[in-house]
């Protein structure tokens, strides 16, 4: 079974710019997830979709969204990049909806903001 | 809402020792608790979980961890070392409503030295 797939591996922008990164969950898997991981404030919990619908957010401001689509995959956007953008964002998929279920991550795309 | 401490944001440990990474937790509500590794440029990937039940449990790659209510504990164990063991290590909860994902500690860097 392949796991997570995110696209691109790699991402250079400038301030002020928008980005999308996407997102393939696992096979069968209809949770998709998002985390932002950077140096001084770890990982953080961005949102989840589920079957299309955002089920839970994360304390972000309104300059990052996402979605989902009916075949899972999610994409998420950054509008007017700032500095502080610069980080790992990771993508994790899980089969059931139910939230002991453990979460398959992806290797996640590397964003730069210049 | 939940929060995660990592006591040790780095262990240097000698190859075929055994080592323990400490990870405390508050939370509200009653919790699951997770052991995630992450090898370089790569994504997390799930060691073990408590979900209920017996408080010792063992996870892949012979971790094991241990469950303490009373002390909202969640240490992380291997008896004997590799050097393929060196990764940054993450501890998580999530609340049983699962509302807010998952809040991950801000990771232990275990250096493995021959």
């Known amino acids: 079974k392949a796991g997570v797939t995110q696209t691109p591996r790699y991402l250079i922008k400038t301030r002020g710019q928008q980005v999308t990164l996407s997102c393939s969950p696992i096979?069968?898997?209809?949770?998709v997830s998002w985390y932002q991981q950077t140096p001084g404030q770890g990982l953080q919990f961005l949102f989840e979709y589920f079957s299309e619908t955002q089920r839970n957010k994360g304390n972000f401001p309104g300059r990052f969204s996402g979605r989902q689509f009916s075949n899972s995959r999610s994409e998420m956007n950054v509008s007017t990049l700032e500095l502080g953008d610069s980080a790992l964002y990771l993508c994790?998929?899980?089969?059931?909806?139910?939230?002991?279920?453990?979460?398959?991550f992806g290797n996640g795309t590397r964003l730069t903001v210049t | 809402a939940q929060s995660v401490t990592q006591l040790d944001s780095q262990v240097p440990v000698f190859e075929e020792a055994p080592v323990e990474l400490r990870c405390n937790y508050s939370s509200s509500v009653s919790v699951y608790l997770f052991w995630y590794v992450q090898y370089p440029n790569q994504g997390l990937q799930l060691l073990l979980k408590?979900?209920?039940?017996?408080?010792l449990v063992k996870g892949i790659n012979g971790f094991e961890a241990e469950f303490n209510k009373s002390q909202t504990s969640f240490h992380l164990r291997k008896p004997s070392v590799h050097i393929s063991d060196t990764a940054e290590y993450f501890c998580?909860?999530?609340?049983?409503?699962?509302?807010?994902?998952?809040?991950f500690g801000k990771g232990t860097h275990l250096i493995i030295q021959p």
């Open positions: 994790a998929s899980k089969g059931v909806s139910s939230y002991n279920s453990p979460l398959h």
């Open positions: 998580a909860v999530s609340g049983r409503g699962g509302a807010d994902g998952l809040t």
């Open positions: 408590y979900l209920s039940g017996s408080t």
């Open positions: 096979s069968g898997h209809r949770s």
